[in-house]
């Protein structure tokens, strides 16, 4: 529960004032520091939860020397987080705790800061000796406050035209030198295809085969990843490429179940599901303690101060938010393709997601996440048919769409960044 910023609220009766009276200005203005102290006050009041969390521990473990640690996985300010962590100290010790270290204590006491759509939840973990761990939990209403006050900056969303052709493209990597873009390679369903630009246009470099054992799946997929000590790797239902280190280039191809990466911080590598078009929900090495969520199609991280919330689509159309210690469900009008980048604008990090347009088109928007609810900060932009690929770029500052052309039959790619309106 942030302390909502009493600036704009100071702004807004200030720009105001002229109109008024001496009298008047002086009541107005008092009303405002009374509203702006009464907000941080209840934002402040963690007393209840602090007293009802306490006592839970202690009828497990009590009265007696424990070892105690609190990890934060919400979007609580470091004050709240402080002021949390000591209310909660205080009640312990009221309920019989004394605060020992591991080695000294007879139970260990971890509290975890999670919250989810609608509230907070304080998770504990409570181990003492061999017995199998016991948690307590509470959950508090989050305050829709700093939500009311939060006012996105609008962001304008681009789209520059890379590369189009007939044959179905799965994904696009593109290189740059200091001048700019100097090659773009495509993933089609038999070749990848390196094109270099020179003479102000993309010309063909060569083509390399891809060798695979079985015959694709209906709905293909595939994904391009930039590698430092040789050029780029692909990855293919049931089949994963690496390129030679040095030209002219070859393409190795096998069988292979390894993992797709979907990067993040720490990465995380994701199964996909080799004869159908969507991952298993299987994460390696997982989200904190998460190894596992719903079958999805895709998914984004949002970095946080202390941890990375991951969205996933899945294939049932909800969102699935993992911070690393709850798996909270969503069902949002979106689409069944998001990415999520960096940027100066806003937040500092968008995720861009797909949307049905006027038939047969689709759009795609740009949200934060203030909170763990998205706040849309993008006006939609349109594509000339059906998005068929959302993946990042390699240095997660803009994304690589796909759109199946429904006019021309052709498939076209574009690159997606995101600017700063006015």
């Given at each position: 529960?942030?302390?909502?910023?009493?600036?704009?609220?100071?702004?807004?009766?200030?720009?105001?004032?002229?109109?008024?009276?001496?009298?008047?200005?002086?009541?107005?203005?008092?009303?405002?520091?009374?509203?702006?102290?009464?907000?941080?006050?209840?934002?402040?009041?963690?007393?209840?939860?602090?007293?009802?969390?306490?006592?839970?521990?202690?009828?497990?473990?009590?009265?007696?020397?424990?070892?105690?640690?609190?990890?934060?996985?919400?979007?609580?300010?470091?004050?709240?987080?402080?002021?949390?962590?000591?209310?909660?100290?205080?009640?312990?010790?009221?309920?019989?705790?004394?605060?020992?270290?591991?080695?000294?204590?007879?139970?260990?006491?971890?509290?975890?800061?999670?919250?989810?759509?609608?509230?907070?939840?304080?998770?504990?973990?409570?181990?003492?000796?061999?017995?199998?761990?016991?948690?307590?939990?509470?959950?508090?209403?989050?305050?829709?406050?700093?939500?009311?006050?939060?006012?996105?900056?609008?962001?304008?969303?681009?789209?520059?035209?890379?590369?189009?052709?007939?044959?179905?493209?799965?994904?696009?990597?593109?290189?740059?030198?200091?001048?700019?873009?100097?090659?773009?390679?495509?993933?089609?369903?038999?070749?990848?295809?390196?094109?270099?630009?020179?003479?102000?246009?993309?010309?063909?470099?060569?083509?390399?085969?891809?060798?695979?054992?079985?015959?694709?799946?209906?709905?293909?997929?595939?994904?391009?990843?930039?590698?430092?000590?040789?050029?780029?790797?692909?990855?293919?239902?049931?089949?994963?490429?690496?390129?030679?280190?040095?030209?002219?280039?070859?393409?190795?191809?096998?069988?292979?179940?390894?993992?797709?990466?979907?990067?993040?911080?720490?990465?995380?590598?994701?199964?996909?599901?080799?004869?159908?078009?969507?991952?298993?929900?299987?994460?390696?090495?997982?989200?904190?303690?998460?190894?596992?969520?719903?079958?999805?199609?895709?998914?984004?991280?949002?970095?946080?101060?202390?941890?990375?919330?991951?969205?996933?689509?899945?294939t049932d159309g909800s969102q699935h938010m993992l911070d690393g210690v709850t798996d909270q469900?969503?069902?949002?009008?979106?689409?069944?393709?998001?990415?999520?980048?960096?940027?100066?604008?806003?937040?500092?990090?968008?995720?861009?997601?797909?949307?049905?347009?006027?038939?047969?088109?689709?759009?795609?928007?740009?949200?934060?996440?203030?909170?763990?609810?998205?706040?849309?900060?993008?006006?939609?932009?349109?594509?000339?048919?059906?998005?068929?690929?959302?993946?990042?770029?390699?240095?997660?500052?803009?994304?690589?769409?796909?759109?199946?052309?429904?006019?021309?039959?052709?498939?076209?790619?574009?690159?997606?960044?995101?600017?700063?309106?006015?």
């Amino acid at each position: 529960m942030n302390s909502p910023n009493p600036i704009p609220v100071y702004t807004r009766l200030i720009l105001r004032m002229p109109c008024l009276g001496p009298r008047l200005i002086a009541r107005t203005f008092s009303l405002a520091i009374l509203f702006v102290l009464t907000l941080d006050g209840f934002a402040a009041d963690w007393s209840q939860p602090e007293q009802q969390l306490a006592r839970k521990i202690a009828a497990v473990t009590g009265p007696g020397a424990a070892a105690f640690d609190l990890r934060n996985q919400s979007t609580l300010t470091k004050k709240d987080v402080d002021e949390i962590t000591h209310g909660l100290r205080a009640q312990l010790e009221a309920n019989g705790l004394r605060f020992a270290a591991p080695e000294q204590a007879a139970a260990a006491v971890t509290i975890t800061l999670s919250e989810n759509l609608q509230d907070y939840v304080w998770v504990a973990e409570i181990h003492q000796g061999t017995n199998e761990p016991v948690i307590a939990m509470v959950n508090i209403p989050r305050s829709d406050l700093a939500r009311t006050l939060h006012e996105p900056s609008p962001l304008v969303i681009r789209k520059t035209p890379l590369w189009a052709q007939d044959e179905r493209i799965l994904d696009i990597a593109v290189f740059e030198e200091m001048t700019g873009m100097s090659h773009l390679a495509v993933l089609s369903t038999e070749q990848v295809t390196l094109y270099r630009f020179q003479d102000g246009r993309w010309q063909l470099d060569q083509a390399m085969p891809i060798a695979h054992p079985r015959p694709w799946p209906r709905d293909l997929r595939g994904r391009l990843i930039l590698r430092a000590d040789h050029l780029f790797d692909a990855y293919l239902p049931g089949v994963f490429c690496q390129s030679s280190k040095a030209g002219p280039l070859s393409l190795t191809c096998h069988g292979s179940d390894d993992p797709w990466p979907l990067g993040g911080e720490p990465n995380i590598s994701v199964f996909f599901a080799p004869n159908r078009n969507f991952f298993t929900g299987v994460l390696a090495p997982g989200i904190g303690k998460q190894t596992s969520t719903a079958k999805f199609y895709s998914a984004a991280p949002i970095p946080r101060a202390n941890y990375t919330l991951w969205i996933f689509v899945a294939t049932d159309g909800s969102q699935h938010m993992l911070d690393g210690v709850t798996d909270q469900t969503a069902h949002l009008n979106w689409g069944s393709d998001l990415a999520g980048i960096s940027t100066s604008c806003g937040a500092g990090w968008q995720v861009l997601t797909t949307a049905r347009g006027e038939a047969p088109t689709d759009t795609i928007r740009a949200y934060e996440f203030p909170d763990r609810d998205p706040v849309l900060v993008s006006a939609a932009i349109d594509f000339p048919g059906i998005i068929t690929a959302l993946w990042p770029e390699a240095k997660g500052k803009s994304a690589i769409a796909v759109v199946h052309n429904t006019e021309t039959g052709s498939y076209e790619a574009f690159r997606i960044t995101v600017s700063c309106a006015g």
